[in-house]
């Protein structure tokens, strides 16, 4: 995992000023702008670890695209989003034991999200289709949670619930840290037509913040969302 950060930062690094300059190859000056929607599949990577299932929940929001450059066979674009996103984490329970518990738990909890990303593309960029990738830095605001949990509870005989290394300091727990941030890279499919861009997406986000506290005192080492989207987005062009 450290290495493929180290080769997203090390994409940025190249391609970033590169996008800024846009003095090399053939100069764009295109904008476009539309909207998005799909899913945001999270887990968050707790240590000590709790078994999770995925955390499925709605990502939608509003996308600003600018083209500033064809290199050889490669379109370049900066693009911005702001977008609404329920993350969290969903438990798979089991007891001390390790047996299946009908007891059930998730947390949502609600974002504000602003990734940054510069976006290489290939194919044909009027009327046909194109493959492209992106990376970029990403970060989040907090804007609330919620638990929920099963009316069945399955508490031990010091009437605590019954699970692994009896480690239950979670259900208590809000979110302590509210701003959130990670980085972000993902591949997709656009279609161009005569009346805008229509683009189908999968994505992945590595958090790097922790929702709590991570000092020696504190319950985990380790609690960063780790998100993989899956979204449909279209753009309308407003300069070209």
């Known amino acids: 995992?450290?290495?493929i950060l180290h080769i997203l930062v090390l994409l940025l690094a190249v391609t970033l000023p590169r996008l800024a300059t846009a003095q090399v190859g053939e100069p764009r000056s295109d904008l476009a702008i539309g909207v998005s929607g799909g899913v945001a599949m999270n887990t968050i990577d707790?240590?000590?670890s709790i078994k999770q299932q995925l955390h499925v929940a709605p990502t939608f929001g509003?996308?600003?695209?600018?083209?500033?450059?064809?290199?050889?066979?490669?379109?370049?674009?900066?693009?911005?989003?702001?977008?609404?996103t329920r993350l969290g984490w969903t438990e798979e329970i089991q007891n001390?034991?390790?047996?299946?518990?009908?007891?059930?738990?998730?947390?949502?909890?609600?974002?504000?999200q602003v990734p940054l990303l510069a976006r290489l593309s290939w194919g044909k960029e009027h009327g046909?289709?194109?493959?492209?990738?992106?990376?970029g830095p990403q970060v989040g605001f907090y804007l609330g949670e919620h638990a929920r949990q099963s009316a069945t509870w399955t508490l031990t005989t010091e009437g605590i619930p019954d699970r692994p290394n009896s480690l239950v300091n979670q259900y208590a727990m809000k979110v302590e840290k509210k701003f959130d941030y990670g980085i972000t890279g993902g591949i997709g499919l656009e279609w161009n037509t005569h009346v805008g861009h229509f683009m189908l997406e999968g994505r992945y986000c590595f958090g790097l913040a922790d929702i709590y506290g991570n000092a020696k005192k504190d319950v985990f080492g380790r609690s960063a969302h780790s998100t993989i989207f899956a979204k449909l987005t279209y753009l309308t062009d407003i300069l070209k």
């Open 128 to 135: 046909g289709l194109m493959f492209y990738f992106l990376a």
């Open 46 to 48: 707790f240590d000590p």
């Open 62 to 84: 509003v996308t600003l695209r600018y083209s500033c450059e064809k290199y050889f066979n490669t379109y370049c674009a900066l693009q911005a989003e702001v977008n609404y």
């Open 96 to 112: 001390s034991l390790g047996q299946p518990l009908p007891d059930t738990y998730s947390r949502d909890i609600d974002y504000i």
């Open 1 to 3: 995992m450290h290495r």
